[in-house]
């Protein structure tokens, strides 16, 4: 009955995979007077998180996150090395104290078509439409999960068309960066306040795509904007794609599959149920795929780490924390349960890929240290020690390498699983004493890691899960958000990694790499640190 449910289920999936290609098909093909329609005008990649919403206000995540890229535009953006460049902004000017900021607006930004903008269907943006979409970020009506970019702002105002200040409470040199997150993207008053369109699935940006069809759980269409501002270094406007079709198959096998067999054009990550058949220990493709796919890596802003609750009496005892940050081989993790998709020699928190970063001077593993710092703490103590350590069932291959590793040490470990959304409200309610964590970037700058540790950001109240504190560590936590220079700024950042590094209120395990899979006709698709996805750029042939 099960192996009947499995067919019956995969049949029902790929004929609705025909029906959304053949729906592509008619649709582009429809578009394009006198021309050809092929395989080549559509990206298809399917995700498995599924989507709750198109409106940037609410895009929390990168399922989200990604389509949204392609339909919305904010002041700036990143380009795939992370730097701030120019968006709806051409130009901006930043007071020598960091606190007014000045953009001059472009003069060919145009919101996609769509009848409530009357005669022409559409109209040019302008630095009203910010004063506009930023009040609705932060109105209590709306509750968008991304009011927290604004939490450095005064005050901001459309000063004409074409000019937008803003002020801030204090300097926040990664204020820019905080820019260029969707949450910040601009949206029309004409189509968000109409109460017959609901924009969650209905939305109108100004992005190199639009929105074409969304049925939820099934597909989601979006077609190329014929009116986009930005052109290519030969002065041909962007996009190339005609259209970006994708589809919300849960089960990361079955899309795997569908990748292999050439349906979709990239998968992204590595999941447990393919890596070893996709990959060498090595970080290589399997040889069989080697002239069939492409593979993009790079440095991802992801740190996977165990978090300690420093409340906890036990776990307040630095020997254990030190012990178990040297009592497994993260070279050995890395390459048999990552496939090599990660970087073990470790340092502190912030990542290789940003200002700060510290690469690793010596090897963290080191067993007859950590049984010595052991049986130091065990003389203070009647009881053996015993650590329950809490995850989600997709690194359970991880909490049982270490549990293993750990009790060779003398530590009995007991691993706890719970179900992901269960775990997050655990431990941001700082009921857990011992837990698994990943920390991705929002934005490029190392603050945003460093933020974990600062005793203000305890939990509920900020991203300081552990109830780490170091009046050290604060001082120079608020140097750095008053430093306008860079080069001092990224000192301060060493330091206050290293203070992490030292103290061990984290275990970190290893950073992560951008692993992204593309079929061979697929180009000028690059990776990067923030796992961002641009297709505008992107070609077929």
């Known amino acids: 009955m099960a192996n009947l449910r499995t067919n019956f289920g995969l049949m029902k999936y790929q004929l609705g995979y025909l029906l959304l290609f053949t729906s592509v098909l008619f649709l582009v093909s429809c578009g394009k007077k006198e021309s050809v329609f092929t395989d080549n005008d559509v990206f298809r990649y399917n995700e498995s998180a599924n989507i709750q919403t198109l409106d940037p206000a609410f895009a929390r995540n990168m399922a989200i996150i990604w389509p949204c890229t392609q339909l919305f535009n904010g002041l700036v953006q990143l380009d795939d090395s992370l730097h701030v460049a120019p968006d709806i902004a051409k130009s901006w000017s930043i007071s020598s104290d960091g606190l007014q900021y000045e953009f001059t607006l472009r003069n060919d930004v145009y919101f996609h078509k769509h009848k409530n903008f009357g005669k022409d269907s559409t109209r040019l943006v302008t630095a009203y439409d910010f004063e506009y979409s930023f009040n609705r970020v932060l109105s209590e009506e709306l509750a968008s999960a991304g009011t927290w970019v604004f939490q450095h702002v005064n005050s901001y105002k459309a000063v004409n068309d074409s000019v937008f200040k803003i002020n801030l409470k204090n300097p926040f040199p990664a204020f820019l960066s905080l820019l260029s997150m969707k949450y910040a993207s601009v949206v029309p008053k004409e189509i968000t306040e109409d109460k017959s369109i609901d924009f969650r ?8 795509f639009q929105f074409k069809i969304w049925e939820e759980n099934v597909k989601l269409v979006l077609r190329k904007n014929h009116n986009y501002h930005e052109k290519d270094a030969s002065g041909k406007r962007l ?21 292999i067999q050439g349906k979709i054009d990239m998968i992204s990550g590595l999941d447990p149920s393919y890596k070893d058949e996709l990959l060498q220990p090595n970080g290589k493709l399997q040889e069989k795929y080697q002239d069939k796919i492409k593979m993009l890596t790079g440095p991802y802003l992801n740190t996977e780490y165990l978090g300690f609750n420093m409340n906890d009496p036990l776990m307040s005892d630095i020997r254990i924390r030190q012990a178990l940050n040297h009592g497994f081989d993260r070279t050995k993790l890395v390459a048999y349960l990552r496939n090599g998709m990660g970087d073990g020699k470790v340092n502190g928190m912030i990542p290789n890929g940003l200002p700060g970063f510290q690469p690793a001077k010596d090897p963290l593993y080191n067993p007859t240290k950590a049984k010595e710092l052991i049986n130091q703490a065990k003389k203070n103590r009647k009881l053996p020690i015993e650590i329950t350590l809490s995850t989600n069932n997709t690194y359970l291959d991880i909490a049982e390498y270490l549990q293993r590793e750990w009790e060779r040490l003398g530590i009995k470990v007991k691993i706890d699983v719970m179900p992901p959304s269960t775990l997050r409200q655990a431990i941001a309610t700082n009921k857990l004493s011992f837990f698994r964590g990943s920390w991705i970037a929002d934005y490029p700058d190392a603050e945003n890691y460093l933020s974990l540790f600062y005793s203000n950001n305890f939990t509920p109240n900020g991203p300081n899960y552990t109830h780490f504190k170091n009046s050290t560590f604060d001082n120079l936590y608020q140097q750095a958000l008053n430093t306008v220079d860079d080069e001092k700024r990224t000192e301060l950042y060493q330091q206050m990694d290293q203070i992490v590094a030292n103290e061990v209120p984290v275990i970190i395990l290893f950073y992560d790499k951008v692993a992204r899979f593309t079929q061979k006709n697929v180009h000028n698709l690059k990776p990067n640190a923030m796992n961002g996805l641009n297709l505008k750029y992107v070609k077929k042939y």
Not at 250 to 255: L, V
């Open 239 to 259: 996009p190339y794609l005609e259209s970006i079709a994708i589809t919300f198959l849960p089960d990361k096998q079955s899309g795997f599959m569908q990748f």
């Open 201 to 208: 699935s209905n939305p109108i940006g100004t992005g190199p």
